[in-house]
C-alpha cells in the first residue's frame, strides 16, 4: 500500500531480518512495507524477496554512505550484525555504529536493535572465572552487540533493544545437532549442567519484531528479551528423542572442556554458555515466553519446531 510505514530490514536474506520481511509480507493490510537491505540483490534469497514483494536495496553496513539511500524515507528499521561472518567485536561495533548514525540522519522513528548482553556488566575482565578473549571481552559476540546499545542511546536514535536467544536452528546449520559418540549413541552437548537453554525458532524473532512495530512507541528506549522457551539439556534430549525416533542422550561438559574443543568460536560459544548457566536466573528472566508469545501468538514450542524441522538436523 502507498501509504504504508516502511520497515528497512538489515540482515533480510539471512535468519532475523529475513523472517521480519516475511511477517511483514504475510500481513499486505498490516500497515507496514518491507525494505529488504541486502549487498547482493542479484543473490538467490535477495530476488526471493523480491518476488515475494519486497523492495530489494543495495547497502552494505560497512559502507555508511550506503546506508543512507537505503534507510530514506523509511519508517523504522531492524538492525542485526553478523559477527560469524568475520568474528570481529570490533567490525560489529563499527557497523552498529554506522547503521545508528544512519537511522539517525534518516530521521527514523522507530528501530530495533538485534543485541545481546555486555556479559562484562556481570564477568568484569578482571574476573578470572573465564578467560578474557580478544584483549578486552569475555563472551566477543554478545559484549560488542550490548556495548553497542550506548551508541543508539547517546544518538538519540529512537530505539527498541531486542534480546534475542539461541536459535534451535543451530541444531541444523550451526553444527549443535546431536553426534554419534563411540558407543554410536547420539547426544547434544552444552556446558549448562542442569541449568535451562532460553532458545526459540529464528523464524519467530522476526514475527516478534514486527509485533514490537506493530505496537507503536510502546518499547522505544527499553529492552525486551524474547524466547520459545527455556529447556534443560536432558529436556531437549527427551524431545529430540521422540521426534527423531531414536535415543539422544544430554552430555554436560565443563566450559573449560567446550571451550577447548578447537572449531572457531569454541572459546567464546565456551564463555557464552558458562554465562548462560552462571547467571541463569536473570538470563531466563530476562527473555519472557509469555511476553513473546503476545508478540507473536503464533510463537513455536520446541516440539512445534521438531515437528516440523527434525528431518532437517543432521546426524553423524
Ligand atoms: N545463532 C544463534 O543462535 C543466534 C542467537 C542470537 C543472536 N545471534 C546473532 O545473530 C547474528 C546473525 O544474524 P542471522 O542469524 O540472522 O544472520 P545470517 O542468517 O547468518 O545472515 C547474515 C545476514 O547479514 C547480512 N549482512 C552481513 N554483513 C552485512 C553487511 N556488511 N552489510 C549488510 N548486510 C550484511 C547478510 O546479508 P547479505 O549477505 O545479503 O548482504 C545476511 O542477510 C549474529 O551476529 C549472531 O551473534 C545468533
Known sequence: MADSKIIAVLGATGAQGGSLVRAILADPNGGFAARAITRNPGSEK??????AGAEVVAADADQPATLAPAFAGAYGAFCVTNFWEHFSPERELTQAGNMARA??????QHVIWSTLEDTRKWVPLDDDRMPTLMGRYKVPHFDAKGE????F???????????TSFYWDNLIYFGSGPKRGPDGKLAITFPMDDRKLSAMAA???????????RRGREFIGK??????????????AAALTRALGQEVRYQAVTPEVYRG???PGADDLGNMFQFKRDFNDYYRGARD???ARTLNPELQTFEQWLARNADRIPLD
Open 223 to 236: 529492552t525486551v528479551g524474547i524466547a520459545g522457551e527455556h529447556l534443560s539439556g536432558a529436556e531437549m
Open 46 to 51: 535477495a530476488r526471493a524477496l523480491a518476488a
Open 289 to 291: 515466553v509469555a511476553f
Open 153 to 163: 542511546r547517546e544518538l538519540g536514535v529512537p530505539t527498541t533493544f531486542l534480546l
Open 261 to 263: 574443543f578447537g572449531f
Open 203 to 213: 523464524e519467530d524473532i522476526g514475527k516478534c519484531a514486527y509485533g514490537i512495530f
Open 148 to 151: 553497542a546499545d550506548g551508541i
Open 103 to 108: 537511522a539517525k540522519a534518516a530521521g527514523l
